[in-house]
Every structure is written in structure tokens, then in C-alpha cells.
């Protein structure tokens, strides 16, 4: 399964901005779509993840209240909409996809990998 990442951009602190993932199939490995964003100095962390059917859905404390996660299933689209955007926020952005299952938050348990999206935030 391929996955495109896209949507990042510069911003300014308090600007919105969505990314999308596009994935050519919906396929039962990536039954469960994640975002993860890498800044820099930093390890690779979790952001938001949902089931096609928005069964589940999980997005991160640090995140909560200004990201949320969607999807346009007749497309096999997953969107991150990030809004009151922070410096902090400031990273490279990656979507990935995985089988159902636990822990679909850990980074190790997701197989398919899109390239990151560059997000940059300015004060």
C-alpha cells in the first residue's frame, strides 16, 4: 500500500492548515490510519489515529482540542486538521497505516509508511 502524504506548509502560531494522506487501497493492513510528527532533535511521536469507520479514534494529549483526525473513505483519505497551530508544532509530519489490533498508538506497530510533510510554525 502506497501512501502520500501532502499539505504542509509555513505558517504562522495560531494559523490552521490540514494534511491529507492519500492511500491507493484500503487494504487490511492499513485498517487503522496514524500521524506521527518528527521535530527536530526529537524522536518520532504520535498525533492522531482512526479506523476507516471511525470505530476508533485517538488523538494525543498534547495535541487534543486543536488537531483532529477525519477521513474521506470514497477517496482513502485521511486528513490531520491542525488548528491554533504552535511553534512547537513545528515538525515533519508522516501518515502510516497498520492492521487492526492494540497499542495503535506505538510507532512500532505500524508497517506502511508515507514520506513526511514539512509543517513549520512562526511566531
Known amino acids: 500500500v502506497q501512501l502520500q502524504a501532502s499539505g504542509g506548509g509555513l505558517v504562522q502560531a495560531g494559523d490552521s492548515l490540514r494534511l491529507s494522506c492519500a492511500a491507493s487501497?484500503?487494504?487490511?493492513?492499513?485498517?487503522?490510519m496514524g500521524w506521527f510528527r518528527q521535530a527536530p532533535g526529537k524522536e518520532r511521536e504520535f498525533v492522531a489515529a482512526?479506523?476507516?469507520?471511525?470505530?476508533?479514534?485517538y488523538i494525543a494529549d498534547s495535541v487534543r482540542g486543536r488537531f483532529y483526525i477525519s477521513g474521506d473513505n470514497a477517496k482513502n483519505i485521511v486528513f490531520l486538521q491542525m488548528n491554533s497551530l504552535k511553534t512547537e508544532d513545528t515538525a515533519v509530519y508522516y501518515c502510516?497505516?497498520?492492521?487492526?489490533?492494540?497499542?495503535?498508538?506505538?510507532?512500532?506497530?505500524?508497517?506502511?509508511w508515507g514520506q513526511g510533510t514539512q509543517v513549520t510554525v512562526s511566531s
Open positions: 487501497e484500503r487494504s487490511a493492513s492499513v485498517q487503522v
Open positions: 482512526r479506523t476507516w469507520d471511525d470505530n476508533w479514534i
Open positions: 502510516a497505516g497498520r492492521p487492526l489490533g492494540p497499542d495503535s498508538t506505538s510507532i512500532a506497530t505500524y508497517r506502511n
